[in-house]
């Protein structure tokens, strides 16, 4: 799983264990497996300029050295994300090593991420969703596979890797919920509302009819091959100067509405949590913010002074 070694660092070999116990006993994805190698790779080299050879974990790290790391970083020129990333990655890999009696102390607490604002997702109205599904035309292959698209991502909160490697044979006629393999090789159902599975069912019989021989993809190109996140993301790109008239809207924004109208409509954040597959729930938190408006109308409506506030 180790995707490129460490110019001249005999501590890479710590890298491969840190990376090999992140794949198999923690189910990481490859992604993210190659997210912390590059980002440890930059930290060990950094090291290793420093001290003009491999760097030797046997002794502890200064606070100078995690600075001058740190300085480096911004010398990069950047964004406080992916300066916040770097360091997550190496604090993992630093704590990893002690806990492994790698290093004799853990050297993760001097690693300072800055201090990142938390943007609110953009999302479709509910009445926006629905203007936009009502002027979807099912008359071709690809008309009713991308109003399926539309209609699955909704109704779901489905992440789009996660509608691209569903399979043929996932799906029965009828079927109104489903089990899932989300981030993190986690399990969750999803649940299909009776648009999504009227659609669906309309979309099978194409499905049926253009698989090239072998593929078992639920979602296909115009080929018949399986249909990629990055096609999915041309086919919104469509929407946009179509259907959603020039509104610039991607295949998460209708992942962040689902969450939104259900948390609008009174459901419980657990409950959201569950069904969009996020670990924390103060993932799921930032949409609590998105409803704003929403929360303002049920206070004017409800408090006993609530009609006077505009």
Known sequence: MLVESCKSVSSDKYLSFFLKDLSTLYG????????????????????????SGAFDFGKPLTTTEIRSYQNRLRTKNLSPASVARHNSSVRSFLSYLFQEGYAPEDSSDLLLSPKRGRSLPGFLSAKNIASILDSMTDDSFLEVRNHCILELLYSTGMRVSELVSLKRSDYKPGLASLKITGKGNKERVV????????????????????????????????????????????????????????????????????????????????????????????????YTHVGIDHLRSVYNDHHPHGKSVK
Not at 37 to 48: A, C, P, S
Request: aromatic share 12%; proline share 2%; glycine share 6%.
């Open 191 to 286: 649940f299909f509302n009776k648009r999504a599975i009227s659609i669906l069912d309309d979309y099978i019989p194409y499905v049926d009819l253009k698989a090239v021989e072998g593929v078992n993809a639920l979602f296909l190109n115009y080929r018949g091959r399986a249909l990629t996140t990055r096609g999915v993301r041309y086919i919104f790109s469509r929407f946009c100067l179509t259907i959603a008239a020039g509104k610039k809207i991607h295949p998460h924004m209708v992942r962040h509405s689902f969450a939104t109208h259900l948390l609008e409509a009174g459901a419980d954040l657990k409950i959201v949590q569950e069904l969009l597959g996020h670990k924390s729930i103060s993932t799921t938190g930032i």
């Open 28 to 51: 990481r994805s490859e992604k993210t497996v190659k997210a912390y190698n590059k980002d440890i790779i930059f930290f060990l080299e950094f090291l290793n300029s420093r001290n």
